[in-house]
């Protein structure tokens, strides 16, 4: 584990910051002018890339006053390298350069953040095996809780990119067709059984046009998000026979605004748990690929108090990102810059630990009860999610901010 490094940012010195100088995200951040620019965030605050490559202080091509990170991805790794030291150099305690740097630097507080690069394509894996195991019990019974593939391979579907945006962004309770254990008909209304999944989502950084192997692969990952998949169960339940999710997850996934290198998370890298059954040769990990990240989800109703409702951590994955986008490669796939790989739910072996309100309801069969007094079995409208993530260094710690959004009322 590497020590906190120091900058002249006082704030990005303290324990309880989420961009400590070891972290440098990057994102797209609103300026007073009004224009998108990219940034990175230290401390409390966000240096403004686009300007330090205006005046000169930075050269990489112009993909810095871009309004997205995609250009900048395309450059390749070598040049990933070179703005995170050049931008540790400039923010580095006593590298003498503060009194250059430091105009550019922007108060984080009340800047409106955008989203960090145009989503190419989006897939979502079902690779959480604690996740698989709650919700094929529920339905299928424990005997047959996990699929006969499930073990060999990484399970995924292409979601819609457009439906992707950014914390902050608000949710609107989806319409569909609904069907009850005892109708002979589907109806169609707002689903009553709205939930969230708390994911990693993983950026592709480099595109690739045929098989990759999972060390290419993970080579190839830029950066990690928070992620919530938010998910109508009731939709899904009628619609997912014989093909999988459709509209059920169409509604919306909200990532958070701050792009976590690879880079910063390599202190942090941790196993995939042992193998129930061997998987095949192109599927195994030449060395560590996950992840230790700390990860919570809060609930808080409309003009209440949050709860926390939900801790657990990424190493709990059984599939890796790495292991997910070889896979995915394997049919002769395009991938491009700008994929987006969520991870599946992310769930523990205790009630505490699920990542959804399916799990942690059991179905609706067991509401959870918030600080308020009130319950929940799923999401009701007016309620704010809040997912929230890091990785424990010593004496610091490697943040995401937070991914959030709120649902509002069904329209019509």
Not at 238 to 263: D, H, R
Request: glycine share 12%; proline share 7%; charged share 20%.
């Amino acid at each position: 584990m590497t020590d906190l490094i120091r900058s002249w940012v006082d704030s990005a010195n303290s324990s309880e910051t989420d961009f400590p100088l070891n972290n440098l995200p990057y994102g797209v951040f609103v300026a007073a002018d009004g224009t998108p620019r990219c940034g990175t965030a230290i401390g409390d605050f966000v240096l403004d890339l686009a300007a330090l490559e205006k005046a000169a202080l930075l050269d990489f091509g112009g993909t810095l006053g871009r309004a997205g990170w995609n250009a900048f991805m395309a450059l390749g790794s070598a040049e990933w390298m070179r703005l995170r030291q050049s931008l540790t150099e400039m923010l580095l305690e006593g590298a003498g350069t503060q009194a250059v740097v430091e105009p550019y630097l922007v108060p984080r507080e009340g800047l409106r953040l955008l989203m960090p690069f145009d989503v190419s394509e989006y897939t979502d894996f079902y690779a959480g095996k604690h996740h698989a195991m709650n919700v094929g019990t529920m339905f299928r019974g424990p005997e047959n809780a996990l699929p006969p593939n499930w073990l060999h391979l990484p399970i995924g579907y292409n979601g819609r990119a457009s439906s992707v945006v950014v914390s902050g962004t608000d949710v609107i309770r989806p319409h569909g067709q609904l069907k009850g254990p005892n109708d002979d008909a589907p109806r169609f209304g707002p689903s009553q059984r709205f939930d969230i999944e708390l994911e990693m989502g993983a950026i592709v950084g480099q595109p690739s046009t045929g098989p990759i192997s999972v060390a290419e692969a993970f080579d190839n990952i830029f950066g990690y998000v928070l992620l919530n998949d938010w998910s109508a169960r009731d939709i899904q339940a009628w619609e997912y026979q014989p093909l999988g999710p459709f509209q059920a997850k169409a509604t919306a996934t909200t990532i958070s605004p701050w792009i976590v290198t690879a880079a910063a998370m390599e202190p942090f890298r941790t196993t995939t748990p042992a193998r129930e059954k061997p998987l095949l040769d192109y599927l195994v990990e030449p060395g560590p690929m996950l992840y230790d990240i700390a990860l919570e989800v809060g609930l808080a109703p409309a003009g209440g108090t949050e709860t926390i409702i939900s801790r657990t951590n990424y190493k709990e994955m059984y599939y890796s990102s790495a292991q997910q986008l070889a896979h995915h490669t394997t049919s002769g796939c395009p991938m491009r810059v700008g994929d987006l790989l969520g991870s599946g739910t992310i769930s523990g072996p205790e009630r505490g630990n699920r990542g959804s309100l399916l799990e942690l309801s059991w179905g609706g069969k067991e509401p959870l009860t918030l600080a308020g007094g009130e319950t929940r079995s799923f999401i009701e409208d007016g309620d704010t999610l809040t997912l929230r993530g890091h990785a424990q260094g010593d004496g610091y710690r490697v943040g995401f901010g937070e991914c959030k959004g709120t649902l509002l009322p069904a329209r019509g």
